[in-house]
């Protein structure tokens, strides 16, 4: 580029440093940057065709349908606290190891595969809903299945609800365990009936959710969840090619004394093979080694196949997708490219839904549905909100409640609507303290109302291009 704007590399350099943007001489920087430094040196800069590489390699992956093949299903257990999730986690990993690596050491590596009737399921080792949609939250839709558990002894409570709003606001099928069966206070008829009132309806009464009793302690069930498992799996059709460029996400990483940046990725298409050069997130490497859940070593991953890899540069987060490309230059352009771009998103340029934008965004076809999550102070009171917002008719959009709880906005609430592209509101309530600082830096809209009326009226305005900005 300097050589272009006929300077010295360490002028453009200086100049960079002059606009605020850090750079050496082997990083790369974007086209807006070129620009201005271009203006600086009185010259006008015009971008012809930006080279997208991340772009090029989708354009370049037409991928032959006739060449997919099945894949395991990957399962995330959710529901209210104590109810059993990580019991039922650790029962079904000491059960049901896969055959071909029995009597190898368990290896908490933030995912396992299980094999019953000679089939495989991934399972995500943390369970609960935040989990599942801080990951949605960046982007990664991992999960296919949910497996929701509910104690028989206590019933539908917060955590179940809010557990089934956000896998359904994913579009992820849910299968109830209705657990600890063996407690002489098991009722799963009452488990059953609270659910119909949140849309899930058990078979035998009309509906299409698959509930199997369980005892996460005694280990009884297991294997008919299992089953039911694959059987939820086989109608969903999943199958991804081994043969395309390998691709997934981030499941955990750390920092390890002595291996470095080390990460759980779960391959969602293509084989990943030692050797590769990998980007994932805004860091890249070259793939040192491959650790499977049982400690062993292996020299290529397949689809829904959950393993730690050594070589990468930094340590990725949770969900950040991961992509093998043909050379370090390229995946050094574009891990710095997405560096750069999360610094400008940071940096307050946002594409949030927020009620002030909400028209221009509907507009220019941004946002189709208006998502809501909507807690209050009482039933009564989300309900008559609820009803309220049901007889909003403003063309073109459509307004969906994802979730409605009682008590203030939580964490939960906040990363819920980063996930799905929605604005909170508040009726009667504020945000917690962890919630409301979480709001900020996902830039999440969240509307405080303490009356009806002017909740509706905003709403309305807003989706008809009508709000009075506020100053
Ligand atoms: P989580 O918070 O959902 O992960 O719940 P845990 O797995 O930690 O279980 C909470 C408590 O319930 C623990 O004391 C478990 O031993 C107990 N528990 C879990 N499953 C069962 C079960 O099937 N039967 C009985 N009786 N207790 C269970």
């Given amino acids: 580029f300097a050589h272009m704007l006929r300077r010295e590399a360490s002028e453009v350099i200086k100049k960079l440093l002059f606009l ?8 790369e920087i974007d086209t807006d940057t070129m620009v201005l430094v ?74 396992y595969q299980v094999e019953i009737n000679h089939k495989k399921i991934t399972f995500l080792d943390t369970p609960g809903h935040e989990a599942f949609t801080t990951m949605r939250a960046r982007g990664a839709q991992v999960t296919d299945i949910t497996v929701l558990v509910v104690a028989a002894d206590d019933g539908v409570m917060p955590q179940t609800v809010e557990a089934i709003n956000h896998a359904k606001a994913a579009n992820v099928p849910i299968i109830v365990a209705v657990n600890k069966m063996d407690k002489p206070g098991a009722n799963p008829d009452r488990v059953k009936q609270e659910l119909t009132e949140h849309g899930l309806v058990a078979e035998e009464w009309g509906g299409d959710t698959i509930f199997v009793p369980v005892s996460a302690l005694k280990r009884e069930g297991i294997d008919t969840l299992l089953e039911m498992i694959l059987l939820v799996a086989e109608v969903a059709d999943l199958k991804a090619s081994l043969s ?76 950040d997708p991961f992509v093998v490309y043909d050379d370090e ?27 002030d934008d909400l028209y221009k965004q509907i507009q220019e076809g941004e946002v189709k549905d208006l998502n809501l999550i909507l807690k209050a102070d009482v039933h009564g009171s989300s ?89």
């Avoid at 800069?45 to 354009?59: N, T, W, Y």
């Avoid at 991953?301 to 990468?312: F, K, N, Q, R």
């Fill in 329 to 355: 230059r390229q995946a050094r352009q574009v891990a710095e490219r997405r560096a750069g771009r999360q610094r400008a998103e940071e940096l307050g340029a946002t594409s949030r839904v927020t009620l």
């Fill in 38 to 111: 271009g203006n600086e040196f009185g010259t006008e800069v015009q971008v012809a065709a930006p080279r997208d590489i991340e772009a090029e390699e989708m354009l370049h992956e037409v991928v032959d349908q006739e060449t997919l093949e099945h894949r395991a299903p990957i399962v995330t257990i959710m529901g209210h606290v104590d109810h059993g999730k990580t019991t039922l986690l650790d029962s079904i990993r000491e059960t049901n190891v896969t055959a071909s690596e029995a009597g190898g050491i368990t290896q908490h590596i933030g995912a």
């Fill in 244 to 319: 395309s460029r390998a691709r997934g996400s981030v499941i955990e990483a750390q920092l390890d004394k002595g291996r470095g940046p080390v990460a759980t990725i779960l391959v969602q298409t293509g084989t990943l093979r030692v050797g590769d050069v990998v980007v994932a997130g805004n860091t890249f490497g070259k793939v040192r080694a491959m650790v499977n859940d049982r400690g062993r070593r292996v020299k290529e991953a397949y689809p829904s196949t959950p393993v730690e890899i050594v070589g990468l540069g930094d340590v990725p987060s949770a969900g």
């Fill in 383 to 471: 309900e008559a909100v609820l009803g309220a917002l049901q007889k909003i008719d403003v063309s073109g959009v459509r307004i969906r409640v994802l979730h409605t709880g009682v008590g203030a906005i939580t964490e939960s609430d906040i990363l819920l609507a980063s996930a799905s592209n929605a604005i909170v509101i508040g009726f009667n309530v504020r945000p917690e303290p962890n919630a409301q600082r979480m709001g900020e830096s996902e830039k999440v809209d969240v509307r405080l109302y303490r009356v009806i009326y002017n909740l509706i009226e905003e709403i309305e305005a807003a989706l008809k291009g009508m709000l009075d900005p506020v100053y």
């Fill in 20 to 27: 605020g943007v850090l750079v050496t001489i082997n990083q």
